[in-house]
């Protein structure tokens, strides 16, 4: 839009034209999500709606990196005592083990990590105990 605003028309008026002219020449027609209803309209108003959209897409945490990492060590307990085979059991607290290797040298921000790796050797024997008792 490189034109100038004519000399006494409202400024209000000169862009109703430019939106106007520009419906009719189907520019908003072909814009991405045309037609397709808005996310989240029907969900309750949030002044930080965008802010939290930019976090999930960016794949980004409100948590201090050390309650991530308790969060993924609770989840990690919960997914190996779940799991369908003993090598899937060490899989799971390896990975977790080894992030909390990685932050008990190099401690996170936030409140203290109070994690410790996991025994691995336990955590399987205590998976077949379970497997037992469960009748698998």
Known sequence: MTE??????????????QIQAAEQRGDFSALPGFGKPIPG???????AWWIKEKMRR????????SLTLRKQAEDGR???????SEAEVRRILTEVNEKIRTALL?????????????????????????????GN
């Open 4 to 17: 100038r605003k004519p000399a006494g028309v409202s400024f209000e008026s000169w862009v109703d034209q």
């Open 41 to 47: 309209l029907d969900r309750p108003y949030d002044e």
């Open 58 to 65: 960016e794949g980004l945490s409100v948590l201090p990196p």
């Open 78 to 84: 919960e997914e190996a005592s779940c799991a369908r």
């Open 106 to 134: 190099r401690p996170p921000e936030g409140p203290p990590l109070n994690l410790v790796p996991f025994d691995i050797e336990a955590a399987v024997a205590e998976w077949h105990a379970r497997g037992r008792a469960d």
